[in-house]
Nanobody, 123 residues
């Protein structure tokens, strides 16, 4: 079993930056792909980044490419999402997930989920 806990969310002005962390427990985490999703109020959950277990491959949709960076430190059982040049439309609850394919944006294909952290970007 893998448990995921997100942190690092908060309120930031447009153009600012935040770094989210996803801390994991479980012996198999180091062999799992990890993804970040977000869910704006009243909207569906959206895939924003994925990374392989080794960190050798990453994937981003066009909506965040060039602004968001996913990375991981397997020694610390932690995955990060660096978010730069934030926009009001980035406002959402951000979730990390594990166990899917690193490029797969379908939430139902991911096995483990955290509880989410709120990111609010003011204009």
């Amino acid at each position: 079993q893998v448990q995921l806990v997100e942190s690092g969310g908060g309120l930031v002005q447009a153009g600012g930056s935040l770094r989210l962390s996803c801390a994991a427990s479980g012996r198999t985490f180091n062999r799992l792909t990890v993804g970040w999703f977000r869910q704006p109020p009243g909207k569906e959950r959206e895939f924003v980044a994925g990374i392989t277990w080794s960190g050798g491959s990453t994937y981003y949709p066009d909506s965040v490419k060039g602004r968001f960076t996913i990375s991981r430190d397997n020694a610390k059982n932690t995955v990060y999402l660096q978010m730069n040049s934030l926009k009001p439309e980035d406002t959402a609850v951000y979730y990390c997930a594990a166990g899917g394919a690193y490029y797969n944006g379908a939430p139902e294909k991911w096995s483990y989920w955290g509880q989410g952290t709120q990111v609010t970007v003011s204009s």
